[in-house]
Nanobody
Framework: QVQLVESGGGWVQAGGSLRLSCAAS????????MGWYRQAPGKQRELVAR???????NYADSVKGRFTISRDNAKNAVYLQMNSLKPEDTAEYYCNADRAVVGKGIYHYWGQGTQVTVSS
């Protein structure tokens, strides 16, 4: 059973920084990609940043230049460094991991979420 546990959320003023962490149970090498999604009240969940097992990254346009996703294979963890935070970044942030299984498709795993609140 895969478990993803997020931490690092909280309250911060606009312009501030937070670093989210996602700890996985077991090796993250088994995942094809890991990422961070967010969901604000009344809105759909959206991709924030994603990193593949090979280290390729992609970001939502709204966070490019401000957020950085990274991974530490030795610690089985993925991080999201968030700088220059804006009130519109306020949301529940979820860690995600995708694993492709031959003949069975892609399995998606989710953490429980961590709240980020940015005040103006």
């Amino acid at each position: 059973q895969v478990q993803l546990v997020e931490s690092g959320g909280g309250w911060v003023q606009a312009g501030g920084s937070l670093r989210l962490s996602c700890a996985a149970s077991g090796s993250i090498f088994r995942f094809n990609a890991m990422g961070w999604y967010r969901q604000a009240p009344g809105k759909q969940r959206e991709l924030v940043a994603r990193i593949t097992s090979g280290g390729s990254t992609n970001y939502a346009d709204s966070v490019k230049g401000r957020f950085t996703i990274s991974r530490d294979n030795a610690k089985n963890a993925v991080y999201l460094q968030m700088n220059s935070l804006k009130p519109e970044d306020t949301a529940e942030y979820y860690c995600n991991a995708d694993r492709a299984v031959v003949g069975k498709g892609i399995y998606h795993y989710w953490g429980q979420g961590t709240q980020v609140t940015v005040s103006s």
